[in-house]
């Protein structure tokens, strides 16, 4: 199975400020089709996940343009340009590319 | 607006089997892969399986072979996941997701999720 890694587990942010998560695969996520399938979903608290960025980049419908992720093969980064109160929970990356489909392990977002 | 919904809670003894509805509406339910993920209490997510209707397609997580059988039903638009031989460790919230039918398409709904409690 690939296994995703996600730096920081925790991370204390100042409102209006930016934040950077990792995440690193086992294995390179490129298709032999040239995509890349890494996600990045956010988990607000007592709420399933949401989807915010698929294939390394693309924003999902409705995800604001404060969120941005990018990277390739086996590295990857989700950027929030300006945290607001609302952006708080966990975040997620999870490779499409290889079943079973796996997650990081989580990166929680707090306002310091 | 999409929706998968999941019903409520159940309380489970040890031994026993849990069986996990969702119920879709919106789209055409023969369009879609439905995903089954889990979250123990403060845990992060845990890939299970999956279906893909149109063709009969099923798929496990290794960790569950044996315990776990997902299926579909068209008529209803519904998908299940049923989990047996329920331990402790398998209290979490259960929940189904939607994606594409694209390879690698991204989980783009969730449920609500159920929760699922194992107590003697």
């Known amino acids: 199975d690939i296994v995703m890694t996600q730096t920081p587990l925790s991370s204390p942010v100042t409102l209006g400020q930016p934040a950077s998560i990792s995440c690193r695969s086992s294995?390179?996520?490129?298709?032999?089709?040239?995509?890349?399938?890494l996600s990045w979903l956010h988990q607000r608290p007592g709420q399933p996940p949401r989807l915010l960025i698929y294939k390394i980049s693309n924003r999902f419908s409705g995800v604001p343009d404060r969120f941005s992720g990018s990277g390739a093969g086996t590295d990857f980064t989700l950027r929030i340009s300006r945290v607001e109160a609302d952006d708080v929970g966990i975040y997620y990356c999870?490779?499409?590319?290889?079943?079973?489909?796996?997650f990081g392990q989580g990166t929680k977002l707090e306002i310091k | 607006q999409v929706q998968l919904v999941q019903y409520g809670a159940e309380v489970k003894k040890p031994g026993s089997s849990v069986k996990v509805s969702c119920k879709a509406s919106?789209?055409?339910?023969?369009?879609?892969?439905f995903i089954w993920v889990r979250q123990a209490p403060g845990q992060g997510l845990e890939w299970m399986g999956r279906?893909?209707?149109?063709?009969?397609?099923?798929n496990y997580a290794q960790k569950f072979q044996g315990r776990v059988t997902i299926d579909a039903d068209e008529s209803t638009s519904t998908a299940y996941m049923k989990l047996s031989g329920l331990r402790a460790d398998d209290a979490a919230i259960y929940y189904c997701?939607?994606?594409?039918?694209?390879?690698?398409?991204?989980?783009?709904?969730w449920g609500q999720g159920m929760v699922v409690t194992v107590s003697s």
């Open positions: 997701a939607r994606s594409g039918l694209e390879f690698g398409d991204p989980i783009d709904y």
């Open positions: 919106r789209g055409t339910f023969s369009n879609y892969i």
């Open positions: 279906i893909v209707p149109s063709i009969g397609s099923i």
């Open positions: 999870m490779q499409t590319a290889q079943l079973p489909h796996t």
């Open positions: 294995q390179s996520l490129v298709h032999h089709n040239g995509n890349t399938y």
